[in-house]
């Protein structure tokens, strides 16, 4: 079979930093072929190149054969080739059906976009998507990260697509939405559509795709048929070692209580929350999108303060009115929107890992940049961030990179509580399990850990305790040891409709 | 259906405030002076702010797309300047009416490459036009009023069904406005290069040829306005009212397009010029001291500007 | 009845309600010295014409006179050169930056006398030549100034002409640029006061602003002729900008002859509306002859034949100028010109 | 150093360049430009513009905009008299008094900024009509003159043969460099302005790190206003109009990004003087006032081209 897309020694370079160095690949129809490699490995690069959107300064693009050259995306998506794109390109200021249809709205005979059917389409989308709850008209600036994905993907499906590229899709999406997504996968590709997908979640690369291609360092490491690969191959194509544990979680033996929660409310999003956590313990939150985890961890973090209840740090209870004092009561939050919330983009990663601590490296508020350097350099060295050096711009970090970007800066605040949503959301393997050891380090030097995850393997690895959440109540707190996936699952999903059973959340 | 109709509410937020500002106003100003609501004086109020209600209209679509124009008034001024030395050294009325549209569509257009190919930011490259405009507008007129306008090119006099032609134009080119921003391809993208150039650009809109159209039907609307401008007196001055860009991108900004880009519709604009008319009118009426007109005006602007806030909080 | 809006606070000196009153005398020269000035007799002389601001009809026509008498003595070039804005701080870099460059002389039109007079202090200093027209300084900050005609002067020509347009007993508002402008505000005062003594019985009904802008003076206006309908019978507009303004108001309304425009502008600007017997009359000074005389001093103090003490100085065509208040040039009576005789004036 | 800054410093040696271009250009046409007694006399000409540019600069930074300061000075300038002649203070005490008007105007927006979250360029834009409305309402129009000797040293005189008000002016240079360039609330305002919900989350103080912004805007108004009440020794209603434009121009020609994030005090001081040399050097060698207003738009645009070019080249 021909392919529909080839790439032929692709290289491009950033100014003086190389990120692909002669590139191969091919994408036959009715395919799925996934394309795996560490973070900053150069996936999304290439797939900006094969996209349109970044040209390669070597190498050249078949599309059925023939050479072609995009001058931008607009033609690459005239040739059928549409991406979801991993930052999340949306507009958010408005609607979602107008977000899913942008650039090709359907027009009436008289050439006017038609309001009504692009709607209408629009709501046959997301309802493919299994998203009925998601009002068309609501504008995107008010959707979740989650939701925003799916707004995404409904605009990739929304083109007819050749040739469907996913940069990561899943990276915001609970297990129930990548089934459905899988599924809408499989569909298309029995319709002979041509998907590329990124992932770094192996169960879905093992359950969606017919090829792997490994990237590693912006080289091409090999394609192979899914058969022929196993996880741990995979990951040693992909790291250039084996890694065996994924989730090291050691015991720690459970020191005093770090952090109470008494009740505590926001008014209309989180409802009557109660648990304790403790020194060396690692608390996971799980939950569906929208149960309202990242609004009890904001809570918690002075963002939105409680309003009503209780937070006691180490017994006494603490006011917790902003973020300010929360930091200063020990509290650090890693928090899931990291474009957003983590990082300011424009600044060099020196002063992004400073930001938090700016008040501890000054003398008579004058910034001393010379401690701010050393632990900047201390932070790529411990957690092995890809950057050119402390200087380079956090916005030119592939996203694994910036998230550990994010960790280092809350990890410089010396905090006694960490919370972290969705700390490995987006990130390759070897990061991950980098950022599962040092969670275990970190538990084991004493630290309180509240863990908000949407990958369930995650939770259930990591986890002393899993505390799951359901429509912003606490549903229920299960130990280790009683922590099944069936057990967890159950407590997510029961009785949508019904009423929390009193006792599971006390 | 009724969450449609409130999302379309949500979405209007700001004209209907200016609605029941400008109702308010009008209903309070004429208990005190019955004469405030008479024929000649609301015909006055829509009048009086007529051109200014154009110019917000292209404005409004600058600032949607993203970009602010700060030399508005100073085009204005140049192609009024133009047009009447047009007519009155002999070329044709109707010349003289459409050169300023196509010239200001030209001279913005330039602005308009200048900001999407070089990338100069809106900001400065019309706050040097601004310079350039109103400098080379002195050299070039030496300060020399232009009278002797011939009869019939006094567009803004003409009345149509008793209503004066300024108020027709600011009518059918804030529907037609809305027409565009609202249904076509062209409006739509123009929104979204304002709320994320860079997700414009992955959806295949081309940020480039959308600002560059962008400015040049500001440029044209601008035009227009500067017709009216020339066509309601006898003379034309030449220097520009100070200040006039300033007035226009309040009249935007207070009609509820979001400085930020991406959001707000046109009616917004026009209304908001309607009511600073009416607030003018009204002071004079309600025996305002003229001391205090600004000070009044600006505790208006800002009590709009605030109640819409606290209305957008409300709502979320 | 209360205050004008408007005025200024300084003292009012009506004159007599008929008949002519005798010129004031000219009194004991109190304007400045230009320190170490060189002979500057019969040598030609480079001169700078520094207006309130460029861009608007008066200037242009103060400045076309001012070419005339160059043009006419052969031995001085003049140079008009202005902030856009009537704004005092731009003028003051305007001034401070032709003493640098060293001119001969400067001719300026005060936006505010006090602040421009250090400036002119220092042109004085460096032997400069200052000469000021239409609006003037403070008198040590400059040499002479050319009158264009006593606002107490100004203020009857004004108050006789709409009197015996709207009668003895009728009611008026005044569109004004803005109350800062000093000129407008002193000829506003000496308004009051004149028709407190020679017309009890007009009735002010208020001022507004119009800036220089004469969409806005239309506007304003319109909205006096509908606030007051019947009672308002005249408008007094108070510049050259809304004085024509007001009288296509008046137009427009199809008030004429109902509502009478009085007010200082420009003939060329009123030609449309006195030719087509909607307005009766418009008032200024020849603004031409206003630059012609200034040139003609500027000449006369450069060459020394104009000294403190004169009491007529020569100007051209002009021929004898009165000199009034210790050091100023005064160019006459304000000039009310109608439908008779505006055709014949062309500025 | 670090990268951003790099790209900063390339702009400010543009600049630079262009200004030593310009300098010696201005020289060689007349050699009246060239001399201490020119060049400090325009230092004390500009120094009301560099004032306010300097907290400008903060503002902008944090990707805010401040249309108000011409306001402010003229509503200070008006307060300063009144305080002084109407309500018979000694001249300090009304100075005082008159800087603290200023510091709660500025304040006032910072509030409406912060806790209102109304964008900066409407919240300013209206509080631009209300200042301004008050001065004129306070002084009913009237000028205030008459200072005593001492005060005019202020504006007019010299100390160690500077013009006092250029010490002035370095003290708050000075500051402004030192406060952005290497202390906390420097940093705190380029997070602003680069992510401000990040600084947020980040624990910074956000909305004070703004007020306080805002009310130093304010301050410094007031101060330009007191410097500019003693240079011209009268106060009116109308000082300051149309400041903003010119300090804007500065700011933005100095290389700060008006989105916010990026820009330095150097760049500020480097784009003021420019401005100053422009016009003084173009007015020495014979171009009118207009044609110098053309200049400085074209210079403005060259600028911002030629380092947009540069930085396409560079590395980022
Ligand atoms: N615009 C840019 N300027 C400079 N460097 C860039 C730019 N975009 C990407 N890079 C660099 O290119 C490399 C590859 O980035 P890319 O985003 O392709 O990685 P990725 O494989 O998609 O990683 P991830 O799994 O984290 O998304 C990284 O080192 C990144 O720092
Ligand atoms: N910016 C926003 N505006 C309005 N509603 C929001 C916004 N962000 C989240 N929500 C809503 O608030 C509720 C709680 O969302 P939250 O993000 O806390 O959920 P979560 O359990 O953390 O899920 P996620 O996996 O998306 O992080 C959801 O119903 C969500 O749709
Ligand atoms: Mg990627
Ligand atoms: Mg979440």
């Given at each position: 079979m021909t392919p529909i897309l080839e790439l032929k020694n692709i290289s491009k370079a950033f100014g003086p930093v190389k990120v692909l160095t002669g590139v191969d690949f091919d994408l036959r129809p009715g395919e799925v072929h996934a394309l795996m490699g560490e973070n900053g490995a150069g996936k999304s690069t290439m797939i900006r190149i094969a996209a349109g959107d970044h040209r390669a300064e070597e190498g050249e693009i078949r599309l059925d054969g023939e050479v072609r050259r995009f001058a931008g995306p607009r033609e690459a998506q005239a040739e059928g080739i549409i991406v979801v794109h991993q930052e999340l390109l949306?507009?958010?200021?408005?609607?979602v059906a107008e977000n899913v249809f942008l650039g090709h709205q359907p027009k009436t005979a008289?050439?006017?976009?038609d309001w009504g059917r692009m709607r209408r389409e629009a709501r046959d989308l997301l309802d493919r998507l299994d998203c009925p709850n998601l009002d068309v008209d609501q504008k995107v600036s008010r959707l979740s990260v989650a939701d925003r994905q799916r707004v995404e993907i409904a605009r990739a499906l929304s083109r007819n697509a050749r040739v469907l590229i996913m940069d990561e899709p899943t990276a915001a999406l609970a297990e129930a939405d990548v089934r459905r997504l899988l599924e809408v996968i499989r569909r298309l590709r029995s319709e002979g559509v041509a998907i590329v997908y990124v992932s770094h979640r192996m169960n879905e690369i093992f359950e969606i795709a017919d090829r792997v291609t490994v990237l590693r360092d912006g080289v091409s490491v090999g394609t192979r048929p899914i058969g022929e690969v196993t996880e741990a191959s995979l990951v040693s194509m992909m790291v250039g070692r084996d890694i065996h544990q994924l989730f090291p979680k050691e015991d720690v033996p459970r020191g005093e209580t770090r952090l109470e929660l008494r009740g505590v409310s926001l008014a209309g999003v989180v409802e009557d929350i109660s648990f304790d956590l403790h020194a060396g313990e690692i608390l996971g939150i799980a939950g569906l999108v929208g149960s309202g985890r990242t609004e009890l961890a904001q809570t918690i973090f002075g963002v939105t303060p409680a309003t009503s209840g209780e937070i006691l740090v180490d017994g006494k209870p603490r006011k917790i009115g902003s973020v300010r004092e929360a930091i200063d009561a020990g509290i650090a939050y890693v928090p899931e929107d990291r474009g957003l919330h983590g990082l300011v983009r424009a600044q060099p990663l020196r002063e992004n890992v400073s930001m938090a601590i700016l008040d501890r490296l000054t003398r008579y508020s004058v910034v001393d940049t010379g401690r701010e350097q050393n632990l900047a350099s201390d932070a790529i060295e411990r957690f092995s961030i890809r950057a050119r050096d402390a200087r380079q711009r956090v916005g030119q970090l592939s996203g694994g990179n910036q998230q550990k970007v994010v960790l280092a800066k809350w990890l410089a605040t010396d905090p006694k509580i960490l919370i972290l949503d969705e700390p490995t959301r987006g990130i390759d393997i070897g990061a991950k399990t980098e950022i599962h050891r040092l969670m275990g380090e970190l538990a084991k030097k004493g630290l309180a850990i509240l863990m908000i995850s949407s990958e369930l393997p995650e939770v259930l690895g990591m986890s002393d305790r899993v505390l799951v959440m359901r429509e912003g109540r606490l549903s229920a707190i299960v130990d280790r040891k009683d922590a099944t996936p069936d057990a967890v699952g159950a407590a997510m999903m029961q009785g949508r409709r019904e009423p929390a059973r009193a006792g599971a959340a006390r | 259906m009724s969450r449609r109709i409130t999302h379309a509410l949500g979405s209007l937020g700001q004209e209907i405030l200016l609605v029941v500002v400008i109702l308010a106003l009008f209903a309070f100003v004429g208990t005190y002076n019955p004469r405030f609501l008479s024929e000649n004086n609301l015909t006055s109020i829509f009048v009086g702010n007529a051109y200014i209600a154009v110019a917000a209209i292209g404005m409004s679509l600058v600032i949607i797309s993203g970009n602010i124009d700060v030399s508005i008034g100073a085009l204005i001024g140049v192609l009024a300047v133009i047009s009447g030395l047009l007519v009155t050294n002999g070329y044709p009325i109707w010349l003289a009416w459409l050169a300023p549209l196509v010239l200001g569509a030209a001279i913005n257009a330039l602005v308009g490459c200048l900001i999407a190919y070089a990338r100069v930011p809106s900001i400065i490259a019309t706050l040097a036009m601004l310079s350039i405009l109103s400098g080379g507008l002195i050299t070039f007129t030496g300060g020399q009023w232009i009278s002797g306008l011939p009869a019939g090119y006094q567009l803004a006099q003409f009345r149509l069904l008793n209503v004066p032609s300024p108020v027709w134009f600011m009518i059918g080119m804030t529907v037609l406005a809305g027409f565009l921003m609202r249904y076509t391809t062209f409006g739509r993208a123009v929104y979204a290069v304002g709320s994320n150039p860079e997700a414009a650009r992955a959806s295949g809109i081309s940020y480039k040829a959308t600002v560059v159209k962008v400015f040049a039907i500001h440029g044209a609307i601008g035009g227009i306005a500067a017709v009216l401008f020339a066509t309601q007196l006898q003379v034309i001055q030449s220097t520009v009212p100070v200040g006039l860009e300033l007035v226009i991108i309040t009249a935007s900004v207070v009609g509820g397009v979001s400085i930020l880009g991406g959001v707000g519709t046109v009616f917004g604009s026009t209304l908001a010029a309607i009511l600073f008319a009416a607030i003018g009118s009204s002071l004079i009426f309600l025996n305002v001291s003229a001391y205090w007109l600004r000070a009044v005006q600006g505790i208006l602007i800002l009590a709009t500007v605030l109640a819409d806030m606290a209305r957008r909080r409300r709502t979320g | 009845q209360s205050a004008w809006t408007g005025g200024d606070d300084q003292p009012t000196n009506p004159l007599a309600c008929t008949g002519e009153s005798p010129a004031p005398e000219p009194g004991e020269y109190n304007g400045g010295t230009p320190t170490n000035a060189p002979d500057r007799n019969g040598k030609d002389l480079k001169v700078v014409d520094i207006p309130k601001l460029v861009g608007v009809g008066y200037f242009a026509s103060t400045a076309s006179g001012m070419q005339e008498a160059a043009k006419e003595l052969g031995n001085i070039t003049v140079n008009t050169d202005g902030p856009t804005r009537a704004n005092i701080d731009e003028q003051i870099t305007f001034v401070d930056n032709y003493i640098t460059s060293g001119v001969d002389g400067i001719l300026f039109a005060a936006n505010d006398p006090v602040a421009i007079a250090p400036v002119l202090k220092k042109a004085l200093d460096a032997g400069i030549n200052v000469v000021g027209y239409d609006a003037d300084a403070e008198?040590?900050?400059?040499?002479?100034f050319v009158n264009q005609a006593l606002p107490n002067g100004v203020a009857k020509s004004m108050m006789d002409q709409l009197a015996s347009e709207i009668g003895e007993e009728g009611s008026f508002a005044i569109v004004t640029s803005t109350f800062t402008t000093p000129n407008q505000a002193r000829w506003i005062s000496e308004m009051q006061a004149y028709t407190e003594k020679c017309h009890p019985n007009l009735k002010f009904l208020e001022t507004v602003e119009a800036q220089e802008d004469n969409i806005l003076s239309f506007n304003q206006a319109q909205t006096l002729i509908n606030k007051y309908g019947d009672d308002l019978k005249g408008i007094l507009g108070m510049t050259s900008v809304a004085t024509p303004a007001a009288a296509e108001a008046v137009q427009q309304n199809g008030l004429c002859g109902k509502v009478s425009v009085v007010g200082l502008a420009l003939p060329n600007a009123m030609k449309p509306y006195i030719n087509s017997d909607c307005i009766q009359s418009t008032i200024l000074w020849n603004t031409v002859d206003l630059g012609y005389a200034a040139v003609e001093v500027m000449r006369q103090v450069a060459d020394g034949t104009?000294?403190?003490?004169?009491k007529t100085v020569k100007a051209g065509r002009l021929g004898e100028l009165p000199i009034v208040n210790q050091s100023q040039v005064l160019l006459g009576q304000p000039k009310v010109f109608t439908k008779a005789d505006i055709n014949d004036f062309d500025f | 150093m670090t990268s951003m800054t790099r790209i900063l410093i390339r702009h400010e040696a543009i600049l630079g360049i262009l200004f030593v271009v310009v300098l010696f250009a201005m020289a060689s046409q007349n050699d009246r430009f060239l001399t201490t007694a020119n060049l400090l006399n325009q230092a004390r000409l500009m120094t009301e513009v560099g004032l306010i540019a300097i907290p400008m600069t903060f503002v902008i930074v944090t990707g805010g905009i401040d249309l108000s300061v011409g306001s402010i000075l003229g509503l200070c300038a008006i307060l300063l008299g009144v305080f002084w002649q109407n309500l018979g203070l000694p001249l300090p005490a009304a100075i005082g008094l008159s800087l603290a008007a200023g510091t709660a105007a500025g304040f006032a927006n910072g509030l409406i900024v912060t806790r209102f979250r109304v964008p900066p360029l409407i919240a300013t834009l209206a509080t631009l009509a209300l200042y301004r409305g008050l001065a004129e309402g306070i002084s009913q129009a009237r000028s205030v003159r008459g200072y005593p000797d001492w005060f005019a040293v202020l504006g007019r005189g010299d100390f160690l043969g500077i013009p006092t008000q250029l010490w002035l002016f370095a003290l708050v240079a000075v500051l402004g460099i030192f406060i952005l360039r290497f202390t906390t609330f420097g940093r705190t305002t380029y997070a602003i302005g680069n992510n401000e919900a990040a600084a947020e989350f980040s624990g910074l103080p956000v909305e004070r790190t703004k007020l306080v912004i805002y009310t130093a805007s304010g301050f410094i108004s007031a101060l330009a206003a007191i410097v500019f009440v003693s240079r011209v020794s009268t106060t009116r209603s109308d000082m300051g109009s149309g400041i903003e434009l010119e300090v804007i121009t500065a700011v933005v020609l100095g290389g700060t990004s008006i989105f916010g994030g990026r820009g330095m005090v150097i760049g500020t001081l480097i784009g003021l003087c420019l401005m100053q040399i422009l016009q003084n050097g173009l007015s020495l060698s014979g171009v009118r006032g207009d044609g110098t207003t053309v200049v400085i738009g074209a210079v403005l645009i060259v600028a911002v081209l030629i380092s947009n070019l540069l930085s396409r080249f560079s590395s980022d």
């Open positions: 949306l507009f958010p200021a408005l609607s008289a050439g006017l976009v | - | 008198a040590d900050a400059r040499q002479w104009l000294k403190p003490g004169d | -």
